[in-house]
């Protein structure tokens, strides 16, 4: 079979196609980051920027049937980068930070699609069923971008430690939460959704975190000091892969398992260096993931966006930052992250993208649509503005050292008073940075 490249004029094979796709993914990759390096803007914009250039929205340069299954590109990405974060889950930086995460995850969250429920209710009349499930929806957080944009800045210290668990929780919340929206929209309805189709994703997500601390379990036994580096790498790759090829079965992400993964490991062995290893590996695959991300962003989507669109990308930002300093508060986290932490928590995509599909089926006609619609549009202006806001929540709390961002209190650059917050020296010597 033929596939024809625009940019190229002519009929070429499957695989002529595909190589010349990747090609074109990463070099578009990397020619927008030169560009996005010079205005100070994160590198995962780059990347996002360029699909949406290349992608069949815009230059149309890659052909929309290779860009439409490129969807294992995302699962493989976020395996590798939920491994990486594993690696924060060390059980002493756990027992440091406390019960303070899961408070400040539940506020986070919850005050997000509570916002969003009551405001979709009372400000523009809509129907409970709508709201109830658009306010589940935006629990959620897309990591990836935020994740990519710590490791491009190799930010550390108690922010950080502290983000990248609230993060990893807050997906699970979000699945929570929409499937009690679901079942109560669905007893009173009773026919287009089943209780064990909104049951089963939790089940699943189980079953998917067994399966990442047994491999993680298996993989320290494996690796033993006399393996080489080599096999350490293939092995550590063919788990991951596996693992996101089981949960692609059905339909979930791989996130929480590889993180897991990742955790199990490094608290039963303590080697850093497989995780150095595997990132040294990741950079082609995590360019292509974003890259991709972007081209499956339809910019045009956002003249759909509409009132209750544009409310809901405002409030939701509004329900994060608030509901992450009021959960800060409570959980007395030092003042940098209590400040900042909110910020890092824009970017909305992936399962919530998901959700959102299943969201449609649950609402009738019009309305299923428009759901659909606003979290697919506001999609496209969150992944743009994500990894902007999470290099700002960085900087300004000292996780990446600088004496250009002032603190809020003072004038001071944060980056001279970060280390003596309280618990920060021990969560930095915890996490190996």
Sequence with gaps: MALKMNFFQFELNNATAILLSLSAILLAGFLLTRVTKLIKLPNVTGYIIAGMLIGPHALNIIPINIVKNMGFISDIAL???AFGVGRFFKKEIIREIGSGVFIITAFESLLAGLLITLSMRFLFHLEWSFSLL????????APASTMATIRQYKARGNFVNTLLQVIALDDAVCLVVFSIAAAIINASSGEKATTAEIALPLIYNVAALLIGFGCGAAL???????RSEDNRLILTISMLLGIAGLCAIVDISPLLSCMLFGATYINMTRDKLLYKQVERFAPPVLSIFFVVSGMNLNITALGTLGIIGVAYFFIRIAGKYIGAYIGCLIAKT?????????LALVPQAGVAIGLAFMGERLLPGEVGTMLLTIILSSSVLYELAGPVCAKTALFCSGAIKTDKCPAANGGE?????????????????????
């Design 334 to 342: 030092p003042k940098p992250v209590r400040n900042f932490l909110g």
């Design 79 to 81: 395996a590798f980068i």
């Design 220 to 226: 320290s036994k494996l690796v033993t000091p006399n």
């Design 413 to 433: 650059p944060i980056s001279k008073n970060i280390d003596s917050a309280k618990g920060n020296k021990s969560l930095l010597k915890a996490s190996g940075a």
């Design 134 to 141: 658009l306010g589940a929806i935006a629990t959620a957080t």
